[in-house]
């Protein structure tokens, strides 16, 4: 079984112009030291505005941070008014993209197709996809969380040329920015389910090497229960990234 480097992903969403951005990027490297990016990959994904300034910081301050962009387009230029394309993101040297965030399924009509096409595009510019997936409190409730998930998953996986580099984040809609998690028991089973879904799809070497996170209301306070779990690998991180201080706290979970 290869080893998995914990991956901490900041999802910054609709927030920080590009100068908050610098200002939180540099704060965030103050706080982590060597150590903390010897145990985890740390990254940050702001908004597209704030994408350059925040590599050009990376880079200038020898910051040991990674870049992650929150969505992109799937074909590679044309007319698309108000779109980001992959090779736009990979020239910014971003190493990962969010795809498929319940956020853009939900108000943007982000489909499973949609969100396999954006996963290829991504992949064939050399960056990974951070594939979320996840289900509706309703869904819970009837008992379809699982078939929900795992059809997510399918989806987004299918055809992929290099799927051993995708990301997989399992964010359940009702977590999302509610203060309510997931119990790790819970997040932990699913993240099972989702391995054992893309073994099935894809066999054990990429099984073993794909990377499945936890995200929905991850703080300092409940980080140390998700990363427990033998399938969960690291979090994408929402409100709590925010703040330096505690997305630091949850980088370091484990001191
Ligand atoms: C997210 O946006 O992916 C997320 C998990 O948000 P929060 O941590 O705020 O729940």
């Known amino acids: 079984m290869s080893e998995r480097k914990p991956l901490m992903v900041g999802n910054w969403k609709m927030n920080a112009s590009h100068l908050e951005a610098i200002q939180m990027v540099q704060k965030l490297a103050y706080r982590l030291e060597t150590e903390d990016y010897q145990r985890a990959e740390v990254v940050v994904a702001p908004a597209f505005t704030a994408l350059r300034s925040v590599q050009l910081t990376i880079e200038q301050d020898h910051m040991l941070i990674g870049l992650a962009a929150q969505d992109c387009h799937w074909e590679e230029s044309g007319a698309f008014t108000g779109e980001v394309s992959a090779p736009m993101l990979a020239k910014l040297a971003c190493r990962y993209v969010i795809v498929g965030h319940s956020e853009r399924r939900r108000m943007f009509g982000e489909t499973d197709e949609i969100v396999n096409k954006k996963a290829r595009a991504v992949l064939a510019n050399g960056m990974s996809p951070i594939i979320c997936v996840g289900e509706t409190l309703e869904e819970r409730e009837a008992g379809d969380a699982e078939q929900v998930v795992t059809s997510q998953v399918k989806a987004a996986m299918s055809r992929l040329d290099q799927p051993g580099e995708v990301v997989v984040a399992y964010e359940p809609v009702w977590a999302i920015g509610t203060g309510r998690n997931a119990l790790p028991d819970d997040a932990g089973l699913m993240a099972e389910i989702i391995r054992d879904k893309i073994r099935e799809a894809h066999g054990s070497d990429v099984a073993d090497r794909v990377r499945i996170l936890y995200g929905g209301s991850v703080n300092p306070g409940n980080i140390k229960d998700f990363m427990a779990k033998k399938h969960i690998d690291g979090a994408l991180v929402g409100?709590?990234?925010?703040?330096?201080?505690?997305?630091?706290?949850?980088?370091?979970?484990?001191r």
């Open 239 to 254: 409100g709590a990234s925010l703040d330096p201080d505690q997305f630091a706290a949850i980088v370091r979970y484990w």
